[in-house]
Each structure stands twice: as C-alpha cells, then as structure tokens.
Nanobody, 124 residues
Framework: QVQLVESGGGSVQAGGSLRLSCTAS????????MAWFRQAPGKEREGVAT????????YYADSVRGRFNISRDNTQKTLYLQMNSLRPEDTGMYYC?????????????????WGQGTQVTVSS
C-alpha cells in the first residue's frame, strides 16, 4: 500500500514562506499525476497545484499562481510545494495526492492516494 506523508507545515506571518514536502513509500505507484490540495476550516477542499511528471505539465489555482511553485524529485519520490508571499487566506490543512487525474480548473479530480495533511497557518 502506497503511503504519502506530508511535512513542512507551520505557522508564519503574512508575507512569509514555507516549503511543503510529500514523500511516498511502500507499494507501487505510477505518480502519473501528483497534486496539492488544501482545506480551510468550514470550507471545501480545493486544488492548489498539479504536476504531470510525464509531460511536464503544471497547473495552479488562480489564487496561488505566481506565489506557489510545485516540483518533484523523481529519485526520492518527493513532491514539493514552495509557498511564498503567504496570506492569511492560505491557512488550512494541505494534502498531497497522487495517481489519477485532476482537471485544469481543479473542479474535478480522481486521485488514488492521499496523505494525512500538514497544517499551514498564516497570521496577519
């Protein structure tokens, strides 16, 4: 069974930066698609960024484009999310997910594996 474990969350002030990591272990997974999602208290889960390692395609939600950067280390099976110029509205639990498909606008997605999440809190 594939396990995804996120790390790197924490508390920062607005304007600060964090780098999230997601490491895969166990089982066999294609990693044809890897993505970051987030969920704020009382809100629905929303897509943040997606990467398709095979094609190199990358997509960002409008709310984070220009501030966040998704990347992947193939050898270490690690997915990253560099988050800069953080805002209070970026606060939430951040999840990584892999194996499947995510629409460019993040309105539809089907991903097989999910991590447990890492908390990001941005204070004003």
């Amino acid at each position: 069974q594939v396990q995804l474990v996120e790390s790197g969350g924490g508390s920062v002030q607005a304007g600060g930066s964090l780098r999230l990591s997601c490491t895969a272990s166990g089982g066999t997974y294609t990693a044809n698609c890897m993505a970051w999602f987030r969920q704020a208290p009382g809100k629905e889960r929303e897509g943040v960024a997606t990467i398709y390692p095979g094609s190199g395609a990358i997509y960002y939600a409008d709310s984070v484009r220009g501030r966040f950067n998704i990347s992947r280390d193939n050898t270490q099976k690690t997915l990253y999310l560099q988050m800069n110029s953080l805002r209070p509205e970026d606060t939430g639990m951040y999840y990584c997910a892999s194996d499947g498909w995510v629409a460019e606008d993040f309105q539809q997605y089907l991903l097989r594996y999910w991590g447990q999440g890492t908390q990001v809190t941005v204070s004003s």
